[in-house]
């Protein structure tokens, strides 16, 4: 069993700046990829970045340049993200890809707003 909490939302101003935090517990599992999904009012969830164990990070065209996916070591996750717009307002929601299913933490409210 997996269990994952991320911390770090908040209400930021257009511009602002925020860093999300994603911490897997558990044992005896293997991670295949680790990523950042979001669900704005009224829409679909949808990826916002993924890191595969060994690879490089993928980003969706909308955070391109701004987030910043990484993960400290094998059970830490993280995403920052830089020059914040009211449309990156949403639940943010961490998620880990193991062999025999995917985990979903809680999720964290970011609001972008002046």
């Known amino acids: 069993q997996v269990q994952l909490v991320e911390s770090g939302g908040g209400l930021v101003q257009p511009g602002g700046s925020l860093r999300l935090s994603c911490a897997a517990s558990?044992?005896?599992?293997?991670?295949?990829?680790m990523g950042w999904y979001r669900q704005g009012p009224g829409k679909e969830r949808d990826t916002v970045a993924v890191?595969?164990?060994?690879?490089?990070p993928t980003y969706a065209d909308s955070v391109k340049g701004r987030f910043t996916v990484s993960r400290d070591n094998a059970k830490n996750m993280y995403l920052q993200m830089n020059n914040l717009k009211p449309e990156d307002t949403a639940v943010y929601y961490c998620?880990?890809?193991?062999?025999?299913?995917?985990?979903w933490g809680q999720g964290t409210q970011v609001t972008v707003s002046s």
């Open positions: 998620n880990v890809r193991t062999p025999v299913r995917t985990y």
């Open positions: 890191i595969r164990s060994g690879g490089n």
């Open positions: 558990g044992s005896g599992f293997v991670i295949l990829a």
